[in-house]
């Protein structure tokens, strides 16, 4: 049974939105219309509930030693303050356990945001880590705790100065802070960060002062979003997700330099860390799948690529779409795509099979909007 986000009666009561299941997790996948709340978060304001994510705690002596281990970026590098990532964990076979980002308090100090339906399977293997290295460092799950917003488009400056927090305008991509107040209420963190390719922030807090927080930020203008908007923000940025565009079984997900991740996710000069043996083989042979986006013609109108649809060029099978959606702002379909290597070139036509009938659409590179993101 899906556990209800810790804003679940809020969001039902006062804002009268559909609720429905993402992760394990019953969230607000829509409040009106999931085309007009995308145009939202690209002209405008929106806030997301993104409480279903889970936030992990690490602290002691070692911490540093096990992070260095568990991800593919180098943490050393990173300073207090700031946020590190996305990054990866592999496994043995460098396919992607999950994509999480790190925040550094301190040396010894750190929380992680994992993707939430690997949150349980991340804290076994972090635990499992820890025990067979003999580390001291306590793993602390926060996410019941502690309720999660992200407020994402490009006048979220104009609604922090309308609510009294025009300090925090001051934060660079990344930088965060930590046990402050926000608009009058004490909150866990704030960072200048998002999934949306949009300017933004996110915030943690108790859920009391979390609502109070939403209804003020809902005063000065902003507007609910929900779930199904965040997934066609991030497809149209080529923002990956788990279960879709990657996995820890080999046989499903081809290895993580397929990703071609970008954002520094791997630091080929960092030795030590877990699957990297098999990473960089990969790397010495070539790999076999690229991702890539896809981009299909706006006279097809409506056209909405789903996971799973097979991609073609000359009757020749080369690959399958991860992820797909009706681009609002593109007012088009577009997907997410992986495909052989050899036919991987930006530019070129493929097919896609949807149902009885091939779309045409274009091979082209991410992100799939022009002109984002729009961060500082």
Known sequence: MARKTLLY?????????????????EVPMLYKSAIE?????????????VSHMGRIRFRGPDVMELIQYLYTKDMKKVKEGWMSGPTLALNQWARVKDDEMLYKISDEEWLVVANAPYREKMINYFKKVIEEKKLKVEVEDLTFNLA????????????????????FNDLHTLEFRYNTVFAGEKIFLISRSGWTGEDGFEIWAEPPAMIRIY????????????????????????????EHEYGEDPTRFPNAISLRYGLGAIDWHKHGFAGEEALRAYRREGVKWIRVGLRFRKK????VPRTGYKIYI????????????????????VAQAYIEAPYAVFGETVEVQIRNKRYEAKIVDFPLVPGRPVVK
């Open 9 to 25: 009666d809020f969001h039902v009561e006062k804002l009268g939105a559909t609720m429905g299941e993402f992760g394990g997790w």
């Open 37 to 49: 709340e995308h145009m939202i978060v690209r002209t405008d304001v929106g806030i997301f509930d």
């Open 148 to 167: 999660m917003i992200a407020i994402q488009g490009p006048k979220v400056e104009e609604v922090f100065e309308k609510v009294g927090a025009k300090e």
């Open 215 to 242: 209804e003020k930020l809902l005063e000065a203008g902003a507007k609910p979003v929900g779930t199904i908007a965040r997934d066609t923000l991030r497809i149209e940025m080529g923002f990956v997700l788990g």
């Open 300 to 303: 097809d109108g409506r056209v």
């Open 314 to 333: 000359d009757d020749v099978e080369v690959g399958w779409i991860t992820s797909g959606t009706y681009s609002p702002y593109l007012k088009r379909g």
